[in-house]
Protein backbone atom coordinates (compact mmCIF):
# COMPACT_ATOMS: atom_id res chain seq x y z
CA UNK A 1 0.00 0.00 0.00
CA UNK A 2 1.49 3.22 -1.39
CA UNK A 3 2.12 5.39 2.04
CA UNK A 4 0.10 8.31 2.71
CA UNK A 5 2.45 10.90 2.87
CA UNK A 6 3.71 9.89 -0.11
CA UNK A 7 0.06 10.07 -1.81
CA UNK A 8 0.26 13.58 0.02
CA UNK A 9 3.03 14.70 -1.74
CA UNK A 10 1.83 12.92 -5.37
CA UNK A 11 -1.67 15.08 -5.18
CA UNK A 12 -0.01 18.38 -3.87
CA UNK A 13 2.12 18.27 -7.50
CA UNK A 14 -1.00 17.05 -9.29
CA UNK A 15 -2.88 20.15 -8.16
CA UNK A 16 0.04 22.63 -8.96
CA UNK A 17 0.46 21.06 -12.39
CA UNK A 18 -3.63 21.90 -12.91
CA UNK A 19 -3.19 25.14 -11.25
CA UNK A 20 -0.17 26.00 -13.85
CA UNK A 21 -2.06 25.00 -16.90
CA UNK A 22 -5.30 26.53 -15.96
CA UNK A 23 -5.12 29.84 -14.13
CA UNK A 24 -5.81 32.68 -16.37
CA UNK A 25 -6.79 30.52 -19.28
CA UNK A 26 -8.01 33.48 -22.03
CA UNK A 27 -7.84 34.13 -25.82
CA UNK A 28 -7.32 31.23 -28.24
CA UNK A 29 -7.21 28.94 -25.76
CA UNK A 30 -5.92 25.73 -27.80
CA UNK A 31 -2.82 27.84 -28.41
CA UNK A 32 -2.30 28.96 -24.42
CA UNK A 33 -2.92 25.42 -23.73
CA UNK A 34 -0.59 23.75 -26.08
CA UNK A 35 2.48 26.97 -25.06
CA UNK A 36 1.70 25.81 -21.59
CA UNK A 37 2.02 21.65 -21.83
CA UNK A 38 5.11 22.85 -23.91
CA UNK A 39 6.76 24.43 -21.21
CA UNK A 40 5.16 21.86 -18.31
CA UNK A 41 6.80 18.93 -20.31
CA UNK A 42 10.18 21.10 -19.95
CA UNK A 43 9.63 22.36 -16.10
CA UNK A 44 8.61 18.49 -15.54
CA UNK A 45 11.71 16.49 -16.46
CA UNK A 46 13.94 19.46 -14.69
CA UNK A 47 12.26 18.56 -11.45
CA UNK A 48 12.23 14.77 -12.20
CA UNK A 49 15.77 14.90 -13.11
CA UNK A 50 17.47 17.32 -10.44
CA UNK A 51 15.14 15.28 -7.86
CA UNK A 52 16.56 12.24 -9.14
CA UNK A 53 20.31 12.57 -9.82
CA UNK A 54 20.57 14.23 -6.04
CA UNK A 55 19.17 11.31 -4.43
CA UNK A 56 21.49 9.30 -6.09
CA UNK A 57 24.55 11.27 -6.01
CA UNK A 58 24.26 11.97 -2.39
CA UNK A 59 23.30 8.24 -1.88
CA UNK A 60 26.22 7.28 -3.58
CA UNK A 61 28.67 9.86 -2.00
CA UNK A 62 26.88 9.07 1.56
CA UNK A 63 26.71 12.72 2.40
CA UNK A 64 23.51 14.34 2.92
CA UNK A 65 25.03 17.99 1.54
CA UNK A 66 26.26 17.12 -1.41
CA UNK A 67 24.52 18.18 -5.23
CA UNK A 68 26.35 17.15 -8.19
CA UNK A 69 27.33 20.58 -9.48
CA UNK A 70 30.33 19.67 -7.10
CA UNK A 71 31.57 17.15 -9.93
CA UNK A 72 31.38 20.77 -11.60
CA UNK A 73 29.45 18.78 -14.28
CA UNK A 74 27.64 22.14 -14.82
CA UNK A 75 30.85 24.17 -14.97
CA UNK A 76 31.49 22.01 -18.01
CA UNK A 77 28.75 22.42 -19.74
CA UNK A 78 28.88 26.19 -19.57
CA UNK A 79 32.26 26.05 -20.87
CA UNK A 80 31.22 24.15 -23.17
CA UNK A 81 28.92 26.71 -24.54
CA UNK A 82 31.06 29.40 -24.50
CA UNK A 83 33.77 27.17 -26.06
CA UNK A 84 31.53 27.01 -28.73
CA UNK A 85 30.74 31.19 -29.06
CA UNK A 86 34.18 31.38 -29.03
CA UNK A 87 35.02 29.03 -32.05
CA UNK A 88 31.51 29.66 -34.07
CA UNK A 89 30.95 32.81 -32.98
CA UNK A 90 27.58 34.02 -31.83
CA UNK A 91 25.69 33.65 -35.04
CA UNK A 92 27.36 30.35 -35.55
CA UNK A 93 26.61 29.42 -32.35
CA UNK A 94 22.99 29.94 -33.00
CA UNK A 95 22.64 28.33 -35.96
CA UNK A 96 23.86 24.80 -34.49
CA UNK A 97 21.18 22.18 -34.43
CA UNK A 98 20.14 21.90 -31.24
CA UNK A 99 19.66 18.20 -31.21
CA UNK A 100 23.12 17.69 -32.52
CA UNK A 101 24.20 19.78 -29.79
CA UNK A 102 22.49 18.71 -27.04
CA UNK A 103 23.55 14.82 -27.79
CA UNK A 104 27.21 16.35 -27.79
CA UNK A 105 26.83 18.02 -24.44
CA UNK A 106 24.96 14.55 -23.20
CA UNK A 107 27.84 12.94 -24.16
CA UNK A 108 30.56 15.28 -23.43
CA UNK A 109 29.33 15.59 -19.81
CA UNK A 110 29.25 11.88 -19.63
CA UNK A 111 32.50 11.58 -20.51
CA UNK A 112 33.53 13.33 -17.82
CA UNK A 113 31.73 11.59 -14.97
CA UNK A 114 34.04 8.46 -16.74
CA UNK A 115 36.92 10.46 -17.12
CA UNK A 116 36.96 11.70 -13.50
CA UNK A 117 36.00 8.07 -12.56
CA UNK A 118 38.59 5.51 -14.60
CA UNK A 119 41.42 6.10 -12.58
CA UNK A 120 39.92 5.95 -9.39
CA UNK A 121 37.93 2.62 -10.61
CA UNK A 122 41.32 0.87 -10.78
CA UNK A 123 41.64 0.53 -7.05
CA UNK A 124 38.57 0.65 -4.76
CA UNK A 125 36.79 4.04 -5.18
CA UNK A 126 37.58 6.89 -3.00
CA UNK A 127 35.08 8.85 -2.85
CA UNK A 128 36.55 11.85 -1.02
CA UNK A 129 39.43 11.89 -4.01
CA UNK A 130 37.12 11.94 -6.48
CA UNK A 131 34.74 14.55 -5.23
CA UNK A 132 38.09 16.12 -4.71
CA UNK A 133 39.15 16.11 -8.09
CA UNK A 134 35.43 17.17 -9.38
CA UNK A 135 36.04 20.01 -7.12
CA UNK A 136 39.22 21.60 -9.05
CA UNK A 137 37.41 20.65 -12.43
CA UNK A 138 34.39 22.59 -11.86
CA UNK A 139 37.13 25.60 -10.91
CA UNK A 140 39.25 24.86 -13.15
CA UNK A 141 36.20 24.81 -16.07
CA UNK A 142 34.40 27.87 -14.41
CA UNK A 143 38.10 29.89 -14.93
CA UNK A 144 38.61 29.05 -18.88
CA UNK A 145 34.95 29.77 -19.47
CA UNK A 146 35.53 33.30 -17.43
CA UNK A 147 39.03 33.51 -19.65
CA UNK A 148 36.73 32.74 -22.97
CA UNK A 149 34.55 35.25 -22.02
CA UNK A 150 37.30 38.19 -22.25
CA UNK A 151 38.37 36.89 -25.33
CA UNK A 152 34.95 37.31 -27.23
CA UNK A 153 32.74 40.00 -28.27
CA UNK A 154 30.42 41.22 -26.82
CA UNK A 155 27.31 40.41 -28.83
CA UNK A 156 28.74 36.93 -28.82
CA UNK A 157 29.40 37.29 -24.88
CA UNK A 158 25.19 38.55 -24.74
CA UNK A 159 24.51 34.90 -26.27
CA UNK A 160 26.58 32.83 -24.22
CA UNK A 161 25.43 34.38 -20.85
CA UNK A 162 21.57 33.80 -21.81
CA UNK A 163 22.65 30.28 -21.38
CA UNK A 164 24.78 30.70 -18.54
CA UNK A 165 21.90 31.37 -15.78
CA UNK A 166 19.11 29.69 -14.83
CA UNK A 167 15.77 30.73 -16.53
CA UNK A 168 12.60 28.95 -16.29
CA UNK A 169 10.68 31.33 -17.96
CA UNK A 170 12.43 30.69 -20.95
CA UNK A 171 13.09 26.90 -21.26
CA UNK A 172 14.77 25.42 -24.33
CA UNK A 173 11.88 23.94 -25.80
CA UNK A 174 13.74 22.52 -28.94
CA UNK A 175 15.42 19.89 -26.79
CA UNK A 176 12.46 18.89 -25.83
CA UNK A 177 11.74 15.49 -27.44
CA UNK A 178 15.45 14.02 -26.77
CA UNK A 179 15.62 15.38 -23.07
CA UNK A 180 12.38 13.27 -22.46
CA UNK A 181 13.16 10.19 -23.99
CA UNK A 182 16.78 10.96 -21.73
CA UNK A 183 14.90 11.74 -18.81
CA UNK A 184 11.89 8.69 -19.01
CA UNK A 185 15.06 6.10 -19.05
CA UNK A 186 16.97 7.56 -16.66
CA UNK A 187 13.72 7.46 -14.38
CA UNK A 188 13.11 3.90 -15.18
CA UNK A 189 16.76 2.51 -14.32
CA UNK A 190 16.79 4.76 -10.71
CA UNK A 191 13.49 3.36 -10.14
CA UNK A 192 14.50 -0.73 -10.64
CA UNK A 193 17.78 0.37 -8.94
CA UNK A 194 15.57 1.75 -5.69
CA UNK A 195 16.42 -1.81 -3.70
CA UNK A 196 19.81 -1.49 -5.12
CA UNK A 197 20.41 2.02 -4.35
CA UNK A 198 19.45 1.41 -0.58
CA UNK A 199 22.17 -1.13 -0.31
CA UNK A 200 24.74 1.11 -1.89
CA UNK A 201 23.98 3.75 0.84
CA UNK A 202 25.76 1.03 3.56
CA UNK A 203 28.64 1.69 2.18
CA UNK A 204 31.66 -0.08 -0.02
CA UNK A 205 32.08 -2.89 2.48
CA UNK A 206 28.50 -3.62 3.44
CA UNK A 207 27.55 -3.51 -0.15
CA UNK A 208 30.31 -5.55 -1.35
CA UNK A 209 29.25 -7.67 1.56
CA UNK A 210 25.90 -8.04 0.29
CA UNK A 211 26.61 -8.90 -3.15
CA UNK A 212 27.16 -5.34 -4.78
CA UNK A 213 29.93 -5.18 -7.09
CA UNK A 214 30.69 -1.82 -6.18
CA UNK A 215 32.86 -0.08 -8.55
CA UNK A 216 30.54 -1.16 -11.41
CA UNK A 217 27.62 0.14 -9.64
CA UNK A 218 28.89 3.51 -8.57
CA UNK A 219 30.43 4.06 -11.95
CA UNK A 220 27.13 3.30 -13.90
CA UNK A 221 25.10 5.56 -11.25
CA UNK A 222 27.42 8.71 -11.99
CA UNK A 223 26.89 8.32 -15.25
CA UNK A 224 23.25 8.26 -15.12
CA UNK A 225 23.52 11.39 -12.40
CA UNK A 226 25.66 13.46 -15.04
CA UNK A 227 22.71 12.25 -18.04
CA UNK A 228 20.23 13.70 -15.38
CA UNK A 229 22.55 16.56 -14.58
CA UNK A 230 23.28 17.17 -18.25
CA UNK A 231 18.87 17.45 -19.01
CA UNK A 232 18.43 19.66 -15.95
CA UNK A 233 21.07 22.57 -17.07
CA UNK A 234 20.55 22.08 -20.69
CA UNK A 235 17.00 22.86 -20.45
CA UNK A 236 16.78 25.59 -17.92
CA UNK A 237 20.81 26.05 -17.38
CA UNK A 238 22.66 25.64 -13.99
CA UNK A 239 20.80 25.33 -10.71
CA UNK A 240 23.11 24.22 -7.49
CA UNK A 241 20.79 24.24 -4.72
CA UNK A 242 17.68 23.82 -5.63
CA UNK A 243 18.10 19.65 -5.91
CA UNK A 244 19.25 19.73 -2.39
CA UNK A 245 16.35 21.97 -1.09
CA UNK A 246 14.07 19.64 -2.85
CA UNK A 247 15.65 16.05 -0.97
CA UNK A 248 15.88 17.75 2.60
CA UNK A 249 12.58 18.58 2.46
CA UNK A 250 11.75 14.98 0.62
CA UNK A 251 13.30 13.71 3.42
CA UNK A 252 12.00 15.05 6.32
CA UNK A 253 8.15 14.48 4.96
CA UNK A 254 8.51 10.59 4.24
CA UNK A 255 10.66 10.57 7.14
CA UNK A 256 12.38 7.26 5.34
CA UNK A 257 15.97 7.16 3.22
CA UNK A 258 14.34 3.89 1.49
CA UNK A 259 14.83 4.74 -2.11
CA UNK A 260 11.38 3.36 -3.23
CA UNK A 261 9.78 6.07 -1.03
CA UNK A 262 12.39 8.57 -1.35
CA UNK A 263 12.66 8.74 -5.12
CA UNK A 264 9.06 9.46 -6.23
CA UNK A 265 8.36 11.83 -2.94
CA UNK A 266 11.81 13.87 -4.21
CA UNK A 267 10.19 13.91 -7.38
CA UNK A 268 6.50 15.09 -6.41
CA UNK A 269 8.81 18.07 -4.02
CA UNK A 270 10.43 18.86 -6.95
CA UNK A 271 7.56 19.63 -9.63
CA UNK A 272 5.52 21.33 -6.24
CA UNK A 273 8.44 23.65 -5.73
CA UNK A 274 9.28 24.14 -9.51
CA UNK A 275 5.75 24.11 -11.12
CA UNK A 276 4.05 25.49 -8.18
CA UNK A 277 6.94 28.36 -7.70
CA UNK A 278 6.08 29.08 -11.54
CA UNK A 279 2.38 29.30 -11.50
CA UNK A 280 2.64 31.77 -8.82
CA UNK A 281 5.28 33.80 -9.79
CA UNK A 282 3.07 34.02 -13.14
CA UNK A 283 0.01 34.87 -12.05
CA UNK A 284 0.28 35.63 -8.27
CA UNK A 285 2.71 37.83 -8.60
CA UNK A 286 2.87 39.21 -12.11
CA UNK A 287 6.36 37.78 -12.96
CA UNK A 288 7.61 40.90 -10.80
CA UNK A 289 10.63 38.23 -9.48
CA UNK A 290 12.36 35.33 -10.58
CA UNK A 291 11.74 31.66 -9.47
CA UNK A 292 15.07 31.28 -10.02
CA UNK A 293 16.79 33.42 -7.75
CA UNK A 294 14.11 32.59 -4.81
CA UNK A 295 14.74 28.78 -5.29
CA UNK A 296 18.44 29.43 -4.99
CA UNK A 297 18.12 31.53 -2.35
CA UNK A 298 15.81 29.02 -0.68
CA UNK A 299 18.29 26.37 -1.28
CA UNK A 300 20.65 28.57 -0.22
CA UNK A 301 19.40 28.78 3.19
CA UNK A 302 18.78 25.11 3.39
CA UNK A 303 21.98 23.96 2.72
CA UNK A 304 23.27 26.17 5.85
CA UNK A 305 21.25 25.43 8.01
CA UNK A 306 21.50 21.13 7.32
CA UNK A 307 25.46 22.35 8.07
CA UNK A 308 24.43 24.04 11.24
CA UNK A 309 22.23 20.77 12.18
CA UNK A 310 24.93 18.41 11.24
CA UNK A 311 27.23 20.05 12.87
CA UNK A 312 25.58 19.91 16.11
CA UNK A 313 24.77 16.15 16.12
CA UNK B 1 36.26 -24.78 3.39
CA UNK B 2 37.91 -21.46 3.19
CA UNK B 3 41.57 -21.73 1.15
CA UNK B 4 44.37 -19.13 2.25
CA UNK B 5 47.49 -19.56 -0.11
CA UNK B 6 50.67 -18.02 0.49
CA UNK B 7 48.80 -14.24 0.79
CA UNK B 8 51.02 -11.19 1.75
CA UNK B 9 49.33 -7.52 1.55
CA UNK B 10 51.02 -4.51 2.02
CA UNK B 11 49.88 -0.55 2.35
CA UNK B 12 52.12 1.46 0.30
CA UNK B 13 55.80 -0.06 1.87
CA UNK B 14 54.21 -1.43 5.02
CA UNK B 15 53.81 -5.11 5.49
CA UNK B 16 50.68 -6.20 6.90
CA UNK B 17 50.61 -9.79 6.09
CA UNK B 18 53.28 -11.85 5.04
CA UNK B 19 52.95 -14.85 3.36
CA UNK B 20 49.70 -16.67 5.29
CA UNK B 21 48.68 -20.08 4.37
CA UNK B 22 45.12 -21.20 6.27
CA UNK B 23 42.80 -23.73 5.94
CA UNK B 24 39.31 -23.15 7.21
CA UNK B 25 37.03 -26.52 6.83
CA UNK B 26 34.05 -26.39 6.85
CA UNK B 27 31.75 -25.99 10.32
CA UNK B 28 32.70 -25.01 13.63
CA UNK B 29 33.70 -21.56 15.01
CA UNK B 30 37.28 -20.14 14.61
CA UNK B 31 38.53 -17.64 16.64
CA UNK B 32 41.51 -15.12 15.49
CA UNK B 33 43.05 -13.55 18.52
CA UNK B 34 46.34 -11.60 18.80
CA UNK B 35 47.22 -7.94 19.38
CA UNK B 36 46.32 -4.80 17.89
CA UNK B 37 47.87 -4.57 14.62
CA UNK B 38 48.23 -8.35 14.18
CA UNK B 39 46.80 -7.65 10.79
CA UNK B 40 43.39 -10.44 11.85
CA UNK B 41 41.45 -7.74 10.12
CA UNK B 42 43.11 -7.41 6.99
CA UNK B 43 43.28 -11.09 6.56
CA UNK B 44 38.89 -11.32 7.23
CA UNK B 45 38.58 -8.64 4.67
CA UNK B 46 40.88 -10.18 2.39
CA UNK B 47 39.08 -13.39 2.62
CA UNK B 48 35.75 -11.44 2.06
CA UNK B 49 36.95 -9.44 -0.92
CA UNK B 50 36.49 -6.39 0.70
CA UNK B 51 40.12 -5.65 -0.33
CA UNK B 52 41.95 -6.47 -3.45
CA UNK B 53 44.36 -9.55 -3.16
CA UNK B 54 47.84 -8.30 -3.86
CA UNK B 55 49.56 -11.84 -3.72
CA UNK B 56 48.48 -14.96 -3.11
CA UNK B 57 45.45 -16.86 -3.54
CA UNK B 58 41.92 -17.25 -1.41
CA UNK B 59 39.29 -19.11 -2.02
CA UNK B 60 35.99 -20.24 -0.45
CA UNK B 61 34.09 -24.06 -1.51
CA UNK B 62 36.69 -23.67 -3.91
CA UNK B 63 35.38 -20.55 -5.59
CA UNK B 64 38.38 -17.91 -6.06
CA UNK B 65 37.18 -14.87 -4.29
CA UNK B 66 38.74 -12.40 -6.74
CA UNK B 67 37.16 -13.56 -10.08
CA UNK B 68 33.95 -15.30 -8.54
CA UNK B 69 31.06 -12.62 -9.17
CA UNK B 70 30.33 -10.75 -6.23
CA UNK B 71 26.83 -11.61 -5.77
CA UNK B 72 27.54 -15.27 -6.25
CA UNK B 73 30.06 -14.61 -3.31
CA UNK B 74 27.51 -13.12 -0.72
CA UNK B 75 25.18 -16.30 -0.31
CA UNK B 76 28.04 -18.27 0.64
CA UNK B 77 29.95 -15.85 2.90
CA UNK B 78 28.87 -12.99 4.71
CA UNK B 79 30.88 -10.52 6.83
CA UNK B 80 30.53 -8.36 9.85
CA UNK B 81 32.91 -5.53 9.42
CA UNK B 82 33.71 -2.77 12.90
CA UNK B 83 32.77 0.10 11.53
CA UNK B 84 29.88 -0.55 9.37
CA UNK B 85 28.22 2.83 8.62
CA UNK B 86 24.53 2.77 8.96
CA UNK B 87 22.25 5.08 6.85
CA UNK B 88 20.15 7.36 9.23
CA UNK B 89 16.31 7.15 9.06
CA UNK B 90 16.13 3.74 9.07
CA UNK B 91 13.90 0.70 10.86
CA UNK B 92 15.73 -1.93 12.63
CA UNK B 93 13.34 -4.47 10.64
CA UNK B 94 14.53 -2.88 7.63
CA UNK B 95 18.26 -2.76 8.15
CA UNK B 96 17.57 -6.48 8.74
CA UNK B 97 15.97 -7.18 5.72
CA UNK B 98 18.99 -5.73 3.63
CA UNK B 99 20.68 -9.18 4.72
CA UNK B 100 18.40 -10.82 1.97
CA UNK B 101 19.56 -8.99 -0.60
CA UNK B 102 21.68 -11.26 -2.51
CA UNK B 103 19.04 -13.51 -2.76
CA UNK B 104 15.67 -11.63 -4.35
CA UNK B 105 17.72 -8.14 -4.74
CA UNK B 106 15.56 -6.19 -3.01
CA UNK B 107 12.21 -8.12 -3.39
CA UNK B 108 11.11 -9.76 0.04
CA UNK B 109 9.14 -12.97 -0.13
CA UNK B 110 7.01 -14.46 2.71
CA UNK B 111 10.66 -16.93 3.09
CA UNK B 112 12.58 -13.52 3.51
CA UNK B 113 9.95 -12.65 5.94
CA UNK B 114 10.47 -15.40 7.82
CA UNK B 115 14.12 -15.21 8.23
CA UNK B 116 14.43 -12.15 9.36
CA UNK B 117 11.36 -12.57 12.09
CA UNK B 118 13.65 -15.44 13.14
CA UNK B 119 16.94 -13.58 12.87
CA UNK B 120 15.32 -10.44 15.08
CA UNK B 121 14.18 -13.48 17.73
CA UNK B 122 17.56 -14.97 17.58
CA UNK B 123 19.19 -11.34 18.70
CA UNK B 124 16.65 -10.12 20.91
CA UNK B 125 15.00 -7.47 18.60
CA UNK B 126 11.55 -7.63 17.71
CA UNK B 127 10.52 -5.29 20.14
CA UNK B 128 12.99 -3.11 18.74
CA UNK B 129 12.40 -4.13 14.96
CA UNK B 130 10.30 -0.83 14.80
CA UNK B 131 12.88 2.06 15.82
CA UNK B 132 15.11 3.98 13.82
CA UNK B 133 18.83 3.14 14.03
CA UNK B 134 20.13 6.04 15.54
CA UNK B 135 17.94 5.52 18.06
CA UNK B 136 19.28 3.00 19.12
CA UNK B 137 22.44 2.51 21.68
CA UNK B 138 25.75 0.89 20.63
CA UNK B 139 24.99 -2.24 21.40
CA UNK B 140 21.64 -2.46 20.00
CA UNK B 141 23.06 -1.31 17.15
CA UNK B 142 25.37 -4.25 17.14
CA UNK B 143 22.99 -6.88 18.07
CA UNK B 144 20.98 -5.53 14.72
CA UNK B 145 24.19 -5.54 12.25
CA UNK B 146 24.61 -8.99 13.65
CA UNK B 147 21.34 -9.94 12.79
CA UNK B 148 21.57 -8.70 9.63
CA UNK B 149 24.50 -10.64 8.17
CA UNK B 150 22.72 -13.68 9.93
CA UNK B 151 19.83 -13.13 7.81
CA UNK B 152 22.08 -13.51 5.07
CA UNK B 153 21.72 -16.76 5.39
CA UNK B 154 25.30 -17.43 4.17
CA UNK B 155 27.24 -20.95 5.18
CA UNK B 156 29.99 -18.81 6.18
CA UNK B 157 29.84 -15.83 8.70
CA UNK B 158 32.94 -13.64 9.39
CA UNK B 159 32.42 -11.49 12.07
CA UNK B 160 35.45 -8.87 12.59
CA UNK B 161 34.38 -8.14 16.65
CA UNK B 162 31.15 -8.44 17.05
CA UNK B 163 31.42 -8.30 20.73
CA UNK B 164 32.22 -4.73 20.27
CA UNK B 165 29.38 -2.58 22.79
CA UNK B 166 27.64 -5.21 23.67
CA UNK B 167 27.04 -6.05 27.84
CA UNK B 168 27.91 -9.48 29.33
CA UNK B 169 24.81 -10.36 28.88
CA UNK B 170 24.17 -10.03 24.67
CA UNK B 171 28.35 -11.19 24.86
CA UNK B 172 27.26 -14.69 26.07
CA UNK B 173 24.12 -14.68 24.12
CA UNK B 174 25.99 -13.79 21.11
CA UNK B 175 28.50 -16.36 21.46
CA UNK B 176 26.15 -18.85 22.32
CA UNK B 177 24.14 -18.02 19.29
CA UNK B 178 26.80 -18.93 17.13
CA UNK B 179 27.70 -21.68 19.04
CA UNK B 180 24.31 -23.10 17.83
CA UNK B 181 24.24 -21.94 14.57
CA UNK B 182 27.57 -24.21 14.09
CA UNK B 183 26.49 -27.50 16.07
CA UNK B 184 22.91 -27.20 15.02
CA UNK B 185 23.39 -26.05 11.08
CA UNK B 186 26.97 -26.78 10.12
CA UNK B 187 27.93 -23.27 9.96
CA UNK B 188 31.52 -22.18 9.84
CA UNK B 189 32.14 -19.05 11.98
CA UNK B 190 35.07 -17.12 11.49
CA UNK B 191 35.47 -14.25 14.34
CA UNK B 192 37.84 -11.79 15.80
CA UNK B 193 37.67 -11.66 19.33
CA UNK B 194 39.64 -9.75 21.93
CA UNK B 195 38.15 -11.42 24.76
CA UNK B 196 40.58 -14.19 24.75
CA UNK B 197 38.25 -16.17 27.43
CA UNK B 198 35.03 -16.17 24.93
CA UNK B 199 37.17 -17.83 22.55
CA UNK B 200 38.57 -20.46 25.33
CA UNK B 201 35.19 -21.01 26.13
CA UNK B 202 33.22 -20.59 22.76
CA UNK B 203 35.51 -21.70 19.50
CA UNK B 204 36.79 -24.59 18.49
CA UNK B 205 40.06 -24.16 17.28
CA UNK B 206 42.01 -20.38 17.89
CA UNK B 207 44.17 -19.00 15.31
CA UNK B 208 46.78 -16.86 16.71
CA UNK B 209 48.74 -13.93 14.42
CA UNK B 210 50.76 -11.29 15.42
CA UNK B 211 52.87 -8.90 13.45
CA UNK B 212 51.33 -10.22 10.46
CA UNK B 213 51.91 -13.75 10.99
CA UNK B 214 50.34 -16.91 12.25
CA UNK B 215 52.14 -17.68 15.59
CA UNK B 216 49.98 -20.12 16.54
CA UNK B 217 47.09 -22.57 15.87
CA UNK B 218 44.83 -25.25 17.39
CA UNK B 219 42.64 -26.23 19.86
CA UNK B 220 41.57 -23.60 22.87
CA UNK B 221 42.96 -26.78 25.21
CA UNK B 222 46.30 -27.05 23.58
CA UNK B 223 46.64 -23.14 22.55
CA UNK B 224 45.99 -21.16 25.61
CA UNK B 225 48.80 -21.82 28.08
CA UNK B 226 50.84 -19.50 29.88
CA UNK B 227 54.01 -19.84 27.07
CA UNK B 228 52.28 -19.56 24.31
CA UNK B 229 49.82 -16.47 25.63
CA UNK B 230 53.09 -14.99 26.89
CA UNK B 231 54.71 -14.91 22.98
CA UNK B 232 51.12 -14.07 21.36
CA UNK B 233 50.86 -10.77 24.08
CA UNK B 234 54.43 -10.25 25.49
CA UNK B 235 53.05 -10.93 28.84
CA UNK B 236 52.63 -13.58 31.32
CA UNK B 237 49.29 -14.67 32.40
CA UNK B 238 48.13 -17.75 34.55
CA UNK B 239 45.93 -20.43 33.27
CA UNK B 240 43.28 -22.09 34.91
CA UNK B 241 41.49 -25.30 33.88
CA UNK B 242 37.45 -24.96 35.23
CA UNK B 243 35.37 -27.64 34.69
CA UNK B 244 37.43 -28.70 32.04
CA UNK B 245 37.60 -25.29 30.00
CA UNK B 246 41.05 -23.18 30.13
CA UNK B 247 40.43 -19.94 31.85
CA UNK B 248 43.02 -17.40 31.14
CA UNK B 249 43.55 -15.02 34.34
CA UNK B 250 45.11 -11.79 33.00
CA UNK B 251 43.86 -8.80 34.53
CA UNK B 252 46.80 -8.76 37.12
Same mark, same amino acid.
Given at each position: ?PD???????????????AY?T???G?N???????R??K??????????I???TV???????????T??????????????????????????S?L?P??K???E????????????L???R????M?????A??????L???L?????R???PN??A???S????????V?????I?A???T??A??I??RA????D?????????T???????????G??????????V???????????G????A?AE??V?????S????????T????L???Q?L?Q????N????GV?????G?L???????LG?R? | ???????S??H??TPIL?D??????????T?L????GA?????L?????? $??????KI???G??V %?TT????L??I?????Q????T???????LVG?????????R??E?? $??I?D??? $?Q? %?? /???????I?T???????R???A???A $???????L???L???????????MRSL????????? /??????H?INQ??????R??A????R??AD????EL?T???L??????G???E?I?????????R
Amino acid at each position: MPDRRLLCLGAAAIVCIAAYMTIGLGGNIGFVLSLRATKLAALLQVSLSIALSTVIFQTVTNNRILTPSIMGLDALYLFGQMLLVFLLGGLGYSALDPQLKFGGEVMLLMGLAIGLLLPMLRRRTDMGLMLLAGVIFGVLFRSLQSLLARLVDPNDFAVAQSASFANFNDVRTDVLIFATILTAVAAVIAWRARHLLDIVALGADSATGLGVAWARTVAGLLLLVSSLVAVSTALVGPIAFFGLLVVAIAERVVDTRRHSMLLPAAAFTAVIILVGGQTLFQHGLGNSSTLGVVIEFAGGLAFLILLFLGSRR | MIRVEKVSLKHGSTPILHDISLDIPKGGITALIGPNGAGKSSLLSLIARL $QPLQTGKISIEGYPV %DTTPNRDLAKIIAILRQDSIVTSRLRVRELVGFGRFPHGRGRLTEED $QRIIDQSL $QQF %DL /TDLAGRFIETLSGGQRQRALVAMAFA $QGTDYLLLDEPLNNLDMYFARELMRSLRKIADGKGK /TVVIVLHDINQAGVYADRIVAMKSGRIIADGPPSELLTPETLHAIFGFGMRVETIDGIPIVVHLR
